[in-house]
């Protein structure tokens, strides 16, 4: 059979077909410790989920997790007629048969394993098509990522400030050529290197932000009204290229976020975001152009700012650029708190967001009630990663 004609159905019967002298134990299974051996997690190409998954899902046994504390299942069954066991605990995992049946057991899994691959990848692409799946969410990773170079910024700022202050009138004699010596302002190249490392940190940080605003209103999206639980989120939107980010800002905003917000967001986007992009040649570029008896004009070509940079207006990156970036940042996220204070407490987080939004929202009327939820969810969360329950 190829890949083109599996379904879900095939690929399934299958995988019960090799695991097919897989059955449970009986009372004539025939039990004998002296002739079990020990295959570890190295030999066994199935990890616990998976191997849980054949038993629980393909083969139909009764499965029971986290039976004991530091054990999260022990399943008995019969292979041709002889006893065997698949144990998973805190400090090992490991599957005991019949030293007789030990290469053949190995061989099936391995056999096993890429048809799994194939079943998974077909039950994803189905759940993906119909929105039965969540979205990893890493806002705080990208809000922290703004705070540290939020912070970075700053200090080297004030840094900056100190040594120019310390240094301010004073000079080295620096040599040229032998006897040519000229003035140099003490520290300078000191006060150099902060100031690209300002201006780097700065274009993180812009670039950072819109890594964000695109990543929170993607999750943010299917808490909209404007959200269609008929289409598929993963392929209509997600994969769709022209679903960019001031695309996103109309599907979740509307018409309800101010256009001073929008329209800065844009200016701060197309000129200092993609200010290395490509090489510097992308769709928004500095060009210069020579105009006659004036001199050299810029250009910058961009969507919308198809102008030189005129009446103190500049692509440059600056500190006094990055605190009115930053305020229409701040300002964008405050817009977003209000419009959507429910939703965002789920986004802020870090919970993993569902397309399905109802499985989070139902029966939540107020911040408080959101609230105890977030935390009863982290509480259970943390609950099943600790193998010691």
């Not at 191997?51 to 292979?79: M, P, R, S, T, W």
């Amino acid at each position: 059979m190829t890949d083109d004609t599996y379904t879900i159905d095939s690929l399934t019967k299958e995988i019960k077909y090799h695991l097919k002298n897989i059955t449970q134990v009986t009372d004539q299974t025939l039990h004998d410790d002296s002739q079990l051996i020990e295959i570890g997690y190295l030999k066994n190409l199935l990890n616990p989920n998976l191997l849980a998954y054949c038993f629980d899902v393909i083969l139909g046994f009764h499965v029971q997790y986290k039976i004991f504390e530091k054990v999260n299942y022990v399943i008995d069954f019969d292979y041709k007629g002889t006893y065997a066991s698949v144990g998973h605990f805190k400090m090992s995992y490991r599957l005991s048969i019949n030293k007789e049946y030990r290469d053949e057991i190995i061989g099936i899994l391995k056999r096993v394993k890429p048809l799994l691959e194939k079943l998974f990848m077909m039950l994803g692409e189905h759940a993906l098509n119909h929105n039965v799946f969540s979205m990893k969410n890493e806002t705080k990773e990208y809000f922290a990522k703004l705070v540290f170079y939020e912070k970075r910024i700053e200090n080297l700022v004030r840094r900056k400030g100190v040594i120019e202050e310390k240094c301010y009138g004073k000079y080295d004699i620096v040599k040229i050529k032998g006897n040519i010596k000229c003035m140099r302002m003490k520290g300078a190249d000191y006060i150099n290197t902060i100031e690209s490392e300002i201006v780097y940190d700065m274009e993180s940080y812009i670039d950072t932000f819109f890594s964000a605003l695109e990543h929170v209103l993607t999750l943010l999206f299917p808490f909209t009204d404007t959200f269609d639980q008929e289409k598929s989120y993963y392929y209509c939107f997600i994969r769709n290229t022209k679903w960019h980010w001031e695309s996103k800002i109309q599907d979740v905003c509307g018409a309800s976020i101010p256009n001073s917000i929008t329209s800065k967001l844009r200016r701060i986007k197309e000129i200092y975001r993609n200010h290395n992009a490509h090489g510097g040649f992308s769709r928004e570029m500095m060009a210069y152009v020579q105009i006659p008896k004036f001199g050299r004009y810029p250009m910058y070509i961009g969507k919308e700012y198809l102008k030189g940079f005129v009446d103190g207006f500049s692509d440059e990156i600056t500190y006094e650029m990055y605190l009115d970036a930053k305020k229409t940042f701040s300002d964008f996220w405050s817009f977003l708190d209000k419009k959507y204070l429910v939703p965002m407490m789920f986004v802020r987080s870090g919970l993993p967001i569902p397309v399905d939004t109802q499985l989070y929202m139902e029966n939540i009327n107020t911040a408080d009630e959101a609230a105890w939820k977030i935390k009863k969810m982290w509480y259970d969360i943390d609950n099943q990663s600790n193998m010691d329950w």
